[in-house]
C-alpha cells in the first residue's frame, strides 16, 4: 500500500476514533424518531455526536444535523430540472451529494481530532447517520455505496437495521424483515445491529426467541397456519390451501438464517419512551470492535489491491510511451522520460498525446486518469481516502 494512506481508525496511533452509526429502515419503523432519541442520549451524556442527514425530501428532522444534504442539493428544484418523482429525485439528490464527500469527509476529520488553536473542544466520538425512508434508494444506488465505503474507509462504521416490532410480530413478516437484513449485511458488508424498534407497543423477546430457539419459531409457525394467517382458502387441516406453501418456505428460511442471526447484534428499543438506548450503545462498542478485528483487515486489503492496480496502469502506460518513442527513432528521448514519470503533469500530457492505443485499452486509460488525479491531490488526505467519490468525479469531467 502507498506510504501517503492514511491508517485507518483503530490502528495504533488512532486509539480512540469516532464509531459512525448508519441508520437505515423501513418507512414507518420509527427511524428518525430513533435517531431523535439516541442523539438527545449522547447530549445528555455530554458527548454531542456528530450528525450527518442524508434525507433530502423530509421536511422537518426533530434534530439538528451538522451536515444536512438539504443544505446543498435542492430536492424539489432536483425533480423538478430532471423531470423526476419523488424516488427519482431522492436517489439524484444523493448521487449529487456523493460527489460532495471528500469535503463531508475533511470536514469529519477535523472534528475528531483535537484541536491545537481550541484546546477546550472535545473530538466527537459518535457520527450518527441517518437516511432516507425509502432504504432501497438508499443501500442498493451506487451513491449509497460510496457514501458508506468511503465512510468506513476513514472511520469504524456499523449499520443499525430499525424494524418496526409490532409489524414484525407474524412469522411472514419477522421473516421478511430478516431477509431484507440478510440482503444488507452482505451488501454493505459492515456489522449490524437489528433495533428491534416501539418496544412501549410490543415487547421484542418474541423475536429474540424466535431468532435462538428454533423450536420456539416452528411452534409459532404452526400457530399461524392453523388460524390461516397466510391467507388462501379454507379447507383441511392446517389452515388454508396456500398455507402450506408458505410454511414450509418460512421453515426453510429459518434453517438458512440460523447462521446469520449468529453475526448479528439484537437490541429492543423504544424511540418514544427511550428504553434500551444504553443496551444499543453497548452492542455499537461491541461491533465497533467487529470491525475493527473483521472488516478492517479486508478494507485494508482493498485498498493495496486498488494501490497495486494503480501503480501497475501507471507502469503499462510509461511502457507504451516508450515503446512508441523507441519506434519513433528518438534515442534522446529515453532518458528525459524518468523526469517525465516523476512529474505528474508531464505524464498527463505525454500519455494524452499517444494515438497508437487499442480500442481493449479504454478502461486502463480510465484507470490511468484516476491514478493521475489521485496523484495530483495526494498531499489532501482526504482526498486520499475517498477513492470512490474521486472516481465519481473523474467520470463526470
Not at 54 to 60: E, N, T
Not at 139 to 168: H, N
Not at 185 to 202: C, E, G, Q, R
Not at 359 to 373: C, H, K, V
Request: a negative charge.
Amino acid at each position: 500500500m502507498a506510504s501517503t494512506s492514511a491508517p485507518l481508525p483503530g490502528q495504533s496511533g488512532h486509539p480512540s476514533q469516532p464509531v459512525a452509526v448508519v441508520c437505515v429502515g423501513m418507512a414507518g419503523s420509527g427511524k428518525t424518531t430513533f435517531m431523535q432519541q439516541i442523539n438527545a442520549h449522547l447530549h445528555r451524556k455530554k458527548d454531542p455526536p456528530y450528525v450527518i442527514n442524508l434525507d433530502p425530501a423530509v421536511l422537518h428532522a426533530p434534530f439538528e444535523s451538522n451536515i444536512d444534504i438539504r443544505d446543498s442539493v435542492n430536492y424539489k428544484e432536483v425533480m423538478k430540472q430532471y423531470n423526476l418523482g419523488p424516488n427519482g429525485g431522492i436517489l439524484t439528490s444523493l448521487n449529487l451529494f456523493a460527489t460532495k464527500i471528500d469535503q463531508v469527509l475533511g470536514l469529519l476529520e477535523k472534528r475528531t481530532t483535537p484541536d491545537p488553536e481550541n484546546p477546550a473542544r472535545k473530538p466527537i466520538n459518535h457520527i450518527l447517520v441517518d437516511t432516507p425512508g425509502q432504504i432501497e434508494v438508499f443501500v442498493w444506488s451506487a451513491s449509497g455505496t460510496i457514501l458508506l465505503e468511503s465512510l468506513a474507509s476513514s472511520f469504524p462504521t456499523v449499520i443499525a437495521y430499525i424494524i418496526d416490532t409490532p409489524r414484525s410480530s407474524s412469522t411472514s413478516t419477522f421473516m421478511s424483515n430478516m431477509l431484507y437484513a440478510c440482503s444488507i449485511l452482505y451488501k454493505t458488508k459492515l456489522p449490524m445491529i437489528l433495533v428491534f424498534n416501539k418496544a412501549d407497543v410490543k415487547d421484542p423477546s418474541f423475536a429474540k426467541e424466535w431468532m435462538t430457539d428454533y423450536d420456539a419459531f416452528q411452534t409459532a409457525l404452526s400457530q399461524d397456519e392453523n388460524r390461516n394467517a397466510f391467507g388462501g382458502q379454507e379447507g383441511g387441516e392446517g389452515g388454508g390451501v396456500g398455507s402450506g406453501y408458505m410454511g414450509s418456505l418460512l421453515n426453510s428460511m429459518s434453517m438458512v438464517l440460523e447462521e446469520f442471526y449468529e453475526h448479528l447484534s439484537v437490541v429492543g428499543v423504544s424511540s418514544l419512551m427511550g428504553t434500551g438506548i444504553d443496551e444499543f450503545f453497548e452492542a455499537v462498542q461491541e461491533k465497533a470492535e467487529e470491525f475493527r478485528r473483521d472488516y478492517q483487515p479486508e478494507l485494508e486489503k482493498k485498498r493495496e489491491e486498488r494501490e497495486e492496480s494503480k501503480k501497475k496502469a501507471r507502469e503499462k502506460e510509461l511502457d507504451k510511451m516508450m515503446k512508441g518513442m523507441s519506434m519513433a527513432g528518438d534515442s534522446s528521448a529515453a532518458p528525459a522520460l524518468t523526469d517525465i514519470k516523476e512529474d505528474d503533469n508531464g505524464l498527463v500530457s505525454a500519455s494524452d498525446s499517444d494515438d497508437d492505443d487499442d480500442i481493449n485499452d479504454d478502461e486502463m486509460d480510465r484507470e490511468g486518469l484516476q491514478a493521475r488525479y489521485e496523484a495530483a491531490t495526494a498531499s489532501d488526505s482526504t482526498m486520499a481516502d475517498a477513492s470512490f467519490a474521486k472516481y465519481l468525479y473523474t467520470q463526470q469531467k
